[in-house]
């Protein structure tokens, strides 16, 4: 008993200093604005966005796509860290699935965003039909939204239990609410049964979810006649890109609450390290399918596609392009690839480079190509032949950006974000082992 | 919910008035022959009129000889996803007599209330290659056979109708742009705000004159898509779309596949020959979507392609109508 109360004592949920504080309120200053801006575009149309019957998708699709993207870190971690048993994991499923829940759930609400007419959304369900590949984001994506949230339940269980004894006598108010979501855990062996099965499934289920939302995702654009869409390699594109995207984040929230809730024997620079790893792995995969997208492409010279890569080549995407590609993916190879480059803070600068890289990319996906039609762009004001988002576009973009975060804020300030129960039992384990070895 | 009801009612009069039906084919038959007479003995009204028959000839004959009668009964059994039966319209455009004159371009905008930035029917100043000849290209929906925009579409809101014309139903219309996005031909436009059209009433034949939204899609609203309807509310009265009548060039020609005539208004021409004579083409036929909007190449020109150069605004459509 005497272990937990030192794990409780670490782990258990802290209130936020007076960094947390102001942390929370400008995430939901942003979010406000936000919301104001999208209430503006409601009123005035789509008008207040750059978007034209050219540049018909804009950030907001980029944004939506880059969230679906993020939210694969959940199945990942699931198919690499938790079937596989990897016993340095436990400190960063948690984090992995919250940030899963936050993006799922973001990714559902921005690509409302983007509709000219969010008040017929119901149209979906009564006017459904299967053919088109709106209808079957429209399905995975709750289903998605219910998987990852279950993930990060179940296994909070027993967790939800301690803390409902741990606060039982200082705070009787937050201790019903443990216990309420704790679903009278006592630990019992028959609970601990239904609880290791639940998880078993759940587990195994995400992973067919998430390899599916990742390609219906890719779908959407590769089912469209559009040069640099019109792509058999994009689904598997896609899931390369997304685990860049998803590992990315990860890094960088799993410093940050290491350093701010001071978890550094919990989560240590193995993790880093063996994160690092695994992110140069991906990061070298989704070089891979680059070369494909565009280098064959290039090789072969069709008209079509040899004047999108222009573009991206050397053209007016070019800066952003290379940033992407060297920024986003070439320098975080080089640099992890040796041994001090993983350590936590280097690991915590590259993990942001990748997400920015990521985010951007999403962008270049969009953009682009829907600025090369087949039929040359003629008779249209001259705005039109550019996108870049508005205002409103941004300020929209960035509150949801900002929500995904208050989302993590959140879920990190009231769930252990290391298991506690299951830390204890290793501990319990190594011990265990000490004992029998001397 | 119109086609539930139209069914309902349709169930009702097969069950029930079966009878009354029979009684009703008499009275239409009777009519008719009524009418026939009447128009024999009549006296000409003078007002001459352009049909184009079952074999495709255009004859022009009295309007009086016009029967009322069949055309209200048309307008009962008019589906507006189903179309008009055993009609498969067509369009050519001669790419040869093309001067970007616009005047098609106008008379559409006008017509539609066509009131953003964009328009329905588009003049491309196209050269292929820098060794071959620029031209005018105008282009309107291609109304595919293997509509890209249909099959994307999540809410059934743009369909494909049995005679051939791809339509869209601004009301249900969720606005995402998915169809936009999978046109090959670019030809669909958004209205990114209030359209402000004013009040529109069409004349659609029947006994109340109402806002046409099932016809033509029209009014424009709001965050749905709009774009060329191939003008059914004017097929509908044996007339020509827009663009076809307004050019002086008689660069469009409009018909039935199934009658194997396409006319300008002024020439009547069996389209198999027309197309198997002059070489017609698809735009990018390579990708499937079957349009049924045929070009003739710009050979033989009748027209000089400098002389439309004075026309063409880059940047911007033709004026919008007050
Ligand atoms: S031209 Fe475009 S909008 Fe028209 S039917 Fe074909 S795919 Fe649809
Ligand atoms: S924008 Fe409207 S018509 Fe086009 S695919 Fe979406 S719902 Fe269908
Ligand atoms: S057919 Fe009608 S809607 Fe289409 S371009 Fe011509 S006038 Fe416009």
Redesign the interface.
Known sequence: MKNYDKLLHDLAPQKFGKKGVIWTISLVVLIVLGIIAYIDQIIRGQMVTNMNDYALWGVYISNFVFFVATSFVGTVAVAVLRLTNNNWRTPIVRIAEIIAVAAIIMAGITIMIDMGRPDRLLNLFIHGRMQSPITWDVIIIPTAMMVCLLLLYFPLLPDFGLLHKHYEDKKPKLSKWYGRLSLNWTGSDAQKALQHKSIQIIAILIIPVGFMLQTIDAWLFSTLYRVGWDSTNLGAYFISGASVAGIGALVCVVYVLQKVYKLEDYITDLHFDKLGKFLVLVCLIYLYFNLNEYLIPQLTSKKGSTTHINVLFKGEYAPLFWFVTIGGLIIPVIVLLFKQGRKPLPMFLIGLLVVAGSWWKRYLIVTPTLLHPFLPIQGVPESWHHYFPSMHEWLITIGTLAMALLIITVLVRYVPIVPIQKTADEQEELQLNKITKS | MKNNNTDSRRKFLDKGLKLGLITAIGAVGLTKIASKLTAQTDKNSGDKMELMTTDGTIVVVDSSEVMEMEHAGKIDKYDVREGMPNRKFVMVIDLAKCTNELKCQSSCNTNHFVTG???WL?????QEDTDTAPYWMP?TCMHCDQP?CV???????TFKRRDGLVLIDTE???????C???C???T???????PNQGKIIMDMGDETNRPAAEYAGLPSI???VDKCDFCPHKIKENELPHCVTACPNGVFYFGDKYEDTVTNGEETLVLSKLLADKHGYRL?EG?GTKPNVYYLPPVDRLGDFEEGLERY?????VDKPK
């Open positions: 930035d964009h328009s588009k003049v491309y100043k196209m282009t890209a099959t994307v579409c999540p809410v059934d809101a249900r219309c969720i606005g995402c742009r998915f936009m996005a999978a090959p031909y670019s669909r436009v958004f209205n990114w705000s209030e709001k965050g749905t990018m990708l605004t880059e940047f911007k459509s």
